[in-house]
């Protein structure tokens, strides 16, 4: 199979890693309190990561998760979003991406942080093999199976079509698939979990609405 990622790096989920990230909005509620931030992250053995992605943490678990808000924890209105592989993808349309990985620099970054491998260059099916991993862990965690299965599109991240998988609780939506980077690289492509309140969409548009099911999923997703 030809070349379509220059570049991949990931640190598989976990069950715990699942399980931490997922009971974030349940957790016992920490004030806007920059002090009272920081001793909850020192005792869930976090640190501050700003520079793999703007403004968030890198977990005990090893991944990257950022928040759209300053407390995530106990917040069921939180966004967040875990980071466990982040992908250079080749775009034919831009001869810089194209022709060269000149970002395989980026990548570097992120392979040399403890638990996280790399490959280059990889294929599709390189990505959607993490991504299937890590599907079985979120399923096994939420006892049960995606809810729906779509293939993403340019429209949520650049770079070759990968699965996205949906589960929906009964306050939020659990989307695992890529998406965009929207900081601080610009070009790179996320392989995240994220969990947001359904208020952004309560309702699955149907099956064969893929207009609809992108707009839900970037309704979801996007930062």
Not at 48 to 58: A, H, K, P, Q
Request: charged letters at 20%; a negative charge; aromatic letters at 8%.
């Amino acid at each position: 199979m030809e070349s379509t990622v220059h570049a991949l790096a990931h640190r598989p989920l976990t069950a715990a890693a699942v399980a931490e990230f997922l009971g974030l909005p349940a957790a016992p509620p920490v004030p806007e309190d920059a002090d009272a931030v920081e001793e909850e992250a020192r005792r869930r053995g976090w640190e501050w990561e700003d520079g793999l992605v703007c403004e968030s943490y890198r977990t005990a678990h090893g991944h990257v998760m950022c928040s759209d808000v300053f407390s995530p924890f106990g917040d069921p209105d939180a966004r967040a979003f875990l980071v466990f592989g982040e992908l250079y993808p080749v775009d034919p349309h831009d001869e810089r991406m194209a022709n060269g990985p000149w970002l395989n620099g980026l990548l570097d970054a992120w392979e040399k942080q403890p638990g996280w491998t790399g490959r280059r260059p990889c294929t599709e099916q390189d990505c959607e093999n993490v991504l299937a991993q890590a599907a079985q862990v979120v399923s096994a965690h939420l006892g049960a199976p995606p809810e729906r299965t779509v293939l993403s599109s340019a429209a949520v991240a650049a770079g070759p079509d990968l699965t996205q998988r949906i589960w929906r609780t009964a306050t939020h939506a659990v989307v695992l698939g890529p998406a965009a980077d929207n900081g601080p690289y610009g070009y790179l492509t996320h392989l995240q979990l994220s969990c947001t309140p359904l208020t952004a969409g309560p309702e699955l548009p149907p099956a064969d609405d893929e207009d609809g099911l992108v707009a839900w999923i970037t309704a979801h997703v996007d930062w």
